[in-house]
């Protein structure tokens, strides 16, 4: 196997670090390029360390001393900045997950497309602000994208491209998250502290929460729609406890394709990092003799909200989904700040959608203004909710 130069776009976050515990297994197979963070610079430079990278970035400047500090003696050169991180992923990588959390991640992302390399995509809010415009990139500079989410994961494995005519529907599984059968009077009393513990994967927090509002899955179904260029109507989401069934795809033979494996992102990063092959994860085995009870069912888009409204978005326009995704996460930060309710963060994602003119956008600059103005309306939403 050659030596193959891979970069990890937010290295210090779930995804990023059990990539770095996948990609330090095998030291002498990749040569890794550049990491990056925002505010853990003790695990960046621990990684940098590890993994003997040739550049460490982190996306906040104030923390560039420390990150220099903290790497003096060794090789690793060190940046700081958002626009660091930019330039670090234009630099060329054999390979690059795309890992940082939220709308920041679009134009690290954009830039890994437009130099070309083999991108692994986990950052799913860079397809629901942008998806049109960067799924046209892709085509145009011929990129590699693989799907990190484990879900899209799923589907990229299980939809036969050849027989395209024939997908009946994709049936997109949900674990149901933490409030699964809770009722609204109970979510409107939860804590973030709730909220963040999810029963089946340990993710950052602004996912986590994603989860538990369902908003995840609405962002996903977005993001299945771009990925694989299916109208929304064709998109099922069925709740599934066990999160053992990632998704499947059904034919119009009433053949249903789906893909199982344990709850472990390892499993889909290392089929991003392998692609076209297979390699060997560090994970549990799946035994179906233990899993006597997989079960499936419709959610409940009165107590999840968030459903409803990122399909109405996805049928509306470009403009909405980026809307709806800046409203949200102003929104899960205000939560996570303990500033307003947990049903509140659907309820100002669906104000500021309502109310924003939706101007057309076509343009990676346009979605980046747009974003703005939503953060700003998200901001007068969240102080009312908090009178
Ligand atoms: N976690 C999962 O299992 C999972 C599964 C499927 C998809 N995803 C998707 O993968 C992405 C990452 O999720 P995660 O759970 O790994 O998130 P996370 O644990 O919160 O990590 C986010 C990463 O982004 C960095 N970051 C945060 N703000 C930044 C900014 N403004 N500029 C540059 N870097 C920034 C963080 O740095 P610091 O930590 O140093 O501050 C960290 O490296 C999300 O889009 C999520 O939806 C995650």
């Known amino acids: 196997m050659s030596v193959r130069s891979v970069t990890i776009l937010g290295s210090t976050g779930s995804i990023g670090k059990n990539t770095v515990d996948i990609i330090r297994r095998y030291p002498e197979h990749y040569d890794v390029k550049a ?12 990684q940098a360390k590890l993994l003997n990278a040739k550049l460490a970035v982190t996306a906040d400047k104030s923390k ?3 990150l220099k500090e903290l790497l003096s003696g060794t090789k690793v050169e060190v ?7 930019v330039q670090a992923a234009r630099e060329q990588a054999d390979w690059t997950m795309s890992s940082i959390v939220g709308a920041a991640g679009l134009l690290p992302t954009m830039q890994v497309i437009q130099r070309g390399g083999t991108l692994a ?13 960067v799924m046209k990139a892709v085509k145009e500079h011929q990129t590699t994208l693989i799907p990190v989410d484990s879900e899209h994961s799923a589907i990229f494995q299980t939809l036969e491209e050849e027989h395209r005519p024939m997908i009946d529907r994709i049936l997109l599984t949900a674990s149901g998250g933490p409030f699964r059968d809770k009722d609204v009077a109970f979510m409107e009393k939860v804590t973030p502290q709730e909220a963040v513990a999810h029963p089946n994967w340990n993710m950052g927090a602004k996912i986590s929460v994603d989860s538990a509002t369902m908003m ?7 993001e299945a729609c771009h990925l694989f260029r299916v109208p929304v109507e064709k998109i099922e989401v069925l709740i599934h406890p066990q999160s053992i069934v990632h998704s499947a795809v059904g034919y119009k033979d009433g053949s249903v394709l789906a893909h199982m494996g344990m709850p472990d992102m390892r499993t889909p990063i290392s089929y991003a990092l392998a692609w076209p092959e297979r390699m060997e994860a560090p994970t549990a085995r799946l035994d179906l003799t233990k899993m006597a009870n997989l079960s499936f069912f419709a959610p409940d888009e009165n107590r999840f909200p968030a459903l409803r409204l990122a399909k109405q978005c996805q049928k509306t326009s470009q403009s909405a989904t980026a809307v709806m995704n800046a409203a949200n996460e102003m929104a899960v930060d205000a939560f ?20 924003s003119p939706l101007p057309a956008v076509a343009t990676i600059q346009d979605v980046i203004s747009l974003d703005h103005e939503a953060r700003e309306m998200a901001k007068h939403y969240i102080a009312e909710r908090m009178k």
């Open 336 to 355: 996570l700040k303990g500033k307003i309710g947990f049903l509140d963060i659907v309820r100002v994602s669906e104000k500021v959608v309502e109310s």
């Open 64 to 66: 560039y001393a420390d």
């Open 216 to 222: 995840n899955k609405g962002l996903e179904i977005i």
């Open 35 to 46: 990491l990056t963070g925002n505010q853990n610079v003790s695990l960046l430079a621990e």
């Open 121 to 133: 995509l986990a950052n799913k809010e860079t397809l629901v602000c942008a998806g049109e415009i």
């Open 79 to 85: 940046e700081a900045g958002f626009d660091a991180v």
